[in-house]
């Protein structure tokens, strides 16, 4: 239970000529208008706000956590003509000019549904210029003392994700509410591919800021991702080479301003890709931790992955896509179409570590949402795990005996280390997953007829259970490896020839010569939307690896009236 703090100020101001009873402590501003119910008195029992539903707003009264504050400006002579401290204009009322010369504005934080986020703001006048004064420098000293929030950033802009606007966005949207909370920023649009990535590891100096955000999608993310994780690594001594070694977690925080096609990562750590939401989860300091999949093949290393790593389906989907991107984000729906009528499977062997000793399951109800217990909980046990690993067991507790291995045809293998939550599917690839528990969710769907997949797919946009059929299973897994059939190691190849002697001469011939119509042996992996150059893989998930600007999908609230302080 939150117990609200000691009051900082409690004085009677107006806001819109009506007298309110305004007060200020560690963690609330609140706003009352006279005359109404009493204003709440903090130390009451019986008061509880629930962690994700901070702000009430019943009739007149409104209480705003002081977390949640963007800033404070002072309505001074200047700006009772009508001008900003940023520089714009804005409409005010003649009633209001008159008291401007004693008041002050607050910007803060006020959902608007579907977990979006806007910047509201509320002017207070004050009876006399010191009291005003007290009040600009209490709110002003509060935030300041705030110390997860970003001061200074570095920001890289793709101008080309998405449908282009990514410039626009950052200029119209996100760089006035950075003005406004007082953020300094080094902007870099990028020039070609990897920009980001390189500048990151090699040049940017990275001290002197609290956090890197990228505007593009997720591929952008992706770049800002190894730069900064190679630059941890190489800063640390690690090998990024070798799949064993236990990586660096990276200190500074990313913030995702989306401007993609595809969004999946802003959309499951914010639950929306709008950019204002985003813009302002960074201004008040976030901090949401995030699994990291390492990609290697034959110990070299290959990609990191956040979010989908897809062989087969999604893989093919984003090699035909990539000949599309002038179509912009609609290439995903024209080559998933396309991929779909085409109905191509991929023979494999898929051996994989299951996650054991940890809480939650692929098929779980519970979803990974802001405070994740799964997500703190699992985090520990990891650690407590990775600090015996250095007296005694194998890297994760493994042993060669708890892997699994399923050989088969299959028509998509995706690994969803996060719910994969996007626009086109609002419960994602794997709606259970977590987005901070060290696990991946290994999807094997197998060949099926075409009628049975569009089925499969269809439930991703339904509330139907995408794997209760029987030619899905879902495995959560804290390593996986695959190995394309024509791939696999000489025993095993030995071992095929014998069994099928026939159809592996055949199925050679038919890769060589294409004409021929039949199936590819091999499909791509579609790694957060990068094309691997490698089809067998080995993959490890590092447990909260990076820290994202978000605080995870908010619950909607429930209970308000209980919580309501102003009620009371
Ligand atoms: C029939 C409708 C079926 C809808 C199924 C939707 C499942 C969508 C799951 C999407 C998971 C996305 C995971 C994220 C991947 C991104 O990292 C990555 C890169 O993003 P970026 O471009 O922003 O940088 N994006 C992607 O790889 C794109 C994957 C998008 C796949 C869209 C597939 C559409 C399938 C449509 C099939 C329609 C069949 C209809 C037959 C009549
Ligand atoms: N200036 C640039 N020119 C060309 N490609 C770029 C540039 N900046 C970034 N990229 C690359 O563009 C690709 C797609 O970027 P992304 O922002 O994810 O958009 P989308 O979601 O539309 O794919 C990424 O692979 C990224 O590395
Ligand atoms: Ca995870």
Known sequence: MERPSRLLLLSELRVRNAAHSVSLSRSLLTWKRRGSSPLYHPFRPRFCLPRLRRRSDSGSCHIVPVSEII?????????????????????????????????????????????????AEVTFTCSDTTLCQRWISNIREQLAAIASRPRRLLVYINPFGGKRQGKRVY?????????????????????????????????????????????????????IVHGLIWRT?????????????????CSLRIGIIPAGSTDCICFATVGTNDPVTSALHIIVGDSQPMDVCSVHHNNTFLRYSVSLL??????????????????????????????????????????YLPARGILGTP?????????????QRNGQLLSERAERYETDEGPDGETEREWRTIRGKFLAINAASMSCACPRSPKGLSPAAHLADGTTDLILVRKCSRFDFLRHLLRHTSKDDQFDMTFVEVHRVRRFRFAPRHCQSDSDLELDLQENGKR???SQICRDHPACGCAPSYSSWNCDGEILTHTAIDVRVHCQLVKLFARGIEEPAVFEDLTNPCAI
Request: net charge negative; with cysteine; charged share 30%.
């Open 71 to 119: 800033s404070v400006r002072e309505e001074d002579e200047e700006n009772g003509s009508g001008r900003r401290d940023d520089g714009s204009w804005k409409k005010i009322k003649e009633r209001d000019v008159k008291d401007c010369r004693q008041a002050f504005t607050v910007l803060y934080v006020e959902r608007s549904g579907q977990h979006r986020w806007r910047c």
């Open 171 to 223: 200029e119209q949207k996100v760089a006035p509410l950075f003005l406004q909370a007082g953020i300094f920023t080094d902007v870099i649009v990028t020039e070609y591919a990897n920009h980001a990535r390189d500048h990151l590891r090699t040049e940017a100096e990275l001290k002197q800021f609290d956090g890197v955000v990228c505007v593009g999608g997720d591929g952008m993310f992706s770049e």
């Open 233 to 249: 690594q190489i800063d640390g001594g690690v090998d990024v080479n070798c799949p064993d070694e236990a990586l660096l977690p």
């Open 310 to 351: 897809g062989y087969g389906f999604y893989g093919d989907v984003l090699t035909d896509s990539e000949r599309k991107r002038w179509m912009g984000p609609a290439r995903y729906d024209f080559s998933g179409v396309k991929m779909f009528l085409t109905h191509h499977y991929y023979e494999g062997t898929v051996s």
């Open 363 to 375: 098929r779980d109800t519970a979803r990974c949402r802001s405070g994740c217990v799964v997500c």
């Open 504 to 506: 592996q001469i055949f």
